[in-house]
């Protein structure tokens, strides 16, 4: 079953513009990873925050994590038309070492 | 180092057939995964693998679906016999035992069912 549901389901931005992502989540976890999707790179690991963590960054990423919303949310500054894909949400439960559970996604189009 | 390799990219099968999928992951990865991608979904765990042996395979539907990774590297995934239902991006995915458990996948397979 899918652990949590990404916010908006579909996004379309000008280049340039931030782009933000949201995800919920269900049930306790030891981290929670983004991951992006292209036709033409698959999937692509892009940040992990670990649960006593609140935000961190990585280029032009900013993630943060609320464990007592259970949620998270990606933002991507000054995008651009690279960054179209889908972008999933994924968590790992507190046994380390377990496969990721991974949310539905959030389309991404940037327009130039 | 060379990515998470997978064969074949794309298989159109008609229902009943038999197929399999080939995974060959990157070097000195012992955990494998296999996943479903239906289209407009997240990727859903269908096993788990540290080196040769099973971790996980909870929610693969055994009754037609196999897996095996008999050396503790490359792996194959067989359906038999497919169902409509089966259509969909089969991903491969490996990582360290140890570290932060981030994955790196495959490009996948793309299995159509007629």
């Known amino acids: 079953s899918q652990q949590g549901e990404e916010d908006p389901q579909a996004l379309s931005i000008q280049e340039g513009e931030n782009a933000t992502m949201n995800c919920s989540y269900k049930t306790s976890i030891n981290n929670l990873q983004w991951y992006r999707q292209n036709s033409g790179r698959g999937l692509v690991h892009l940040i992990l925050i670990r649960s006593n963590e609140r935000e961190k960054h990585s280029g032009r990423l900013r993630v943060t994590l609320d464990t007592s919303k259970k949620s998270s949310s990606l933002l991507i500054t000054a995008s651009r038309a690279a960054d179209t894909a889908s972008y999933f949400c994924?968590?790992?439960?507190?046994?380390?070492?377990?496969?990721?559970?991974f949310g539905k996604g959030t389309t991404l189009s940037v327009s130039s | 180092e060379a990515g998470v390799a997978q064969s074949p990219r794309y298989k159109i099968i008609e229902k009943r057939q038999s197929v399999a999928f080939w995974c060959n992951p990157i070097s000195g990865h012992a955990t494998l995964y296999w996943y479903q991608q239906i289209l407009g979904q997240g990727p859903k765990l269908l096993i788990q693998?540290?080196?040769?042996?099973?971790?996980?395979d909870s929610q693969l539907p055994k009754d037609r679906f196999s897996a095996e990774r008999l050396k503790g590297v490359d792996s194959t995934l067989k359906i038999q016999p497919a169902k409509l239902e089966d259509s969909a991006v089969y991903l491969c995915?490996?990582?360290?035992?140890?570290?932060?458990?981030?994955?790196?996948f495959g490009p996948g397979t793309r299995l159509t069912v007629l």
């Open positions: 995915a490996s990582r360290w035992t140890s570290g932060n458990n981030e994955q790196f």
């Open positions: 693998f540290q080196n040769n042996g099973v971790v996980d």
């Open positions: 994924a968590t790992v439960g507190n046994q380390a070492g377990t496969a990721l559970i």
